[in-house]
């Protein structure tokens, strides 16, 4: 089983850098999925990461350090329209994608 | 266009009443899941299906039942053994394989007891 723990809520400017940082312990990891979710939506696929490192994607990136059980998403230039929930998810090896265990998610509002 | 179609969107059950979810993809994926989420929480997978006519429990399935008759069809049923039911109910698929890392949801469905 998974433990997935990430902060509640977290507020910021709009312009500013916001992380989200996600902890998490699992006695088999294969990947980490972040997903923002606005309210009464479905998620969407933000980020990927299996191995250690640096991923960026535009205004996001994500980071992982498998030996430390930690990843977080960087959100650059912050705008309105990322305040939304965003979600962590750790998959275990030899499961399919949706049978990730996801975090409660973290509330992000962007104020101007 | 390809996609997952859950309907409906708003639902209400009444003490004592079994009500169905309905979600169909036409991405030809073999896995489908169905997940539960409340207020100021993440998803947790209520049941998943590999493939037609096979499905397992998540890891919060009492109250809840599902049939996986075709590929495309992945039904889910909150009996009225379900005490606390309210919640927003999404369903997911995604490709076979434990390679793939995308997951496709449905726009989700609110359920609330009245």
């Known amino acids: 089983g998974q433990n997935i723990d990430q902060p509640t809520e977290m507020t910021a400017t709009e312009g500013a850098i916001v992380q989200i940082n996600c902890t998490y312990q699992?006695?088999?990891?294969?990947?980490l999925f972040w997903y923002q979710q606005h309210a009464g939506e479905a998620p969407t696929f933000l980020s990927y990461?299996?191995?250690?490192g640096l991923e960026e994607k535009g205004r996001f990136s994500s980071f992982l350090s498998r030996s430390k059980g930690y990843s977080y998403l960087l959100l650059k230039e912050l705008q309105m329209k990322d305040s939304a929930s965003y979600l962590c998810?750790?998959?275990?090896?030899?499961?399919?994608?949706?049978?990730?265990?996801f975090g409660d998610g973290t509330t992000l509002t962007v104020k101007p | 266009d390809g996609g997952i179609t859950q309907s409906p969107k708003y639902l209400f059950r009444k003490e004592g009443q079994n009500v169905t979810l309905s979600c169909e993809q036409n991405?030809?994926?073999?896995?489908m899941y169905w997940y539960r989420q409340d207020p100021g929480q993440g998803l947790r997978l209520i049941y998943y299906?590999?493939?037609?006519?096979?499905?397992q429990k998540g890891d919060i399935a009492e109250g809840y039942s599902v049939s996986r008759e075709k590929k495309e069809s992945f039904p889910l049923t909150v009996t009225s053994a379900q005490k606390n039911p309210t919640a927003f109910y999404l369903c997911?698929?995604?490709?076979?394989?434990?390679?793939?890392?995308?997951?496709?949801f449905g726009e989700g469905s609110w359920l609330t007891v009245v």
């Open positions: 997911a698929s995604s490709p076979p394989g434990y390679s793939g890392n995308t997951i496709y």
């Open positions: 990461n299996v191995l250690d």
């Open positions: 299906s590999q493939i037609v006519n096979d499905f």
């Open positions: 991405l030809n994926h073999d896995a």
């Open positions: 998810a750790v998959r275990d090896l030899n499961t399919n994608a949706g049978k990730s265990t």
């Open positions: 699992t006695s088999g990891f294969n990947g």
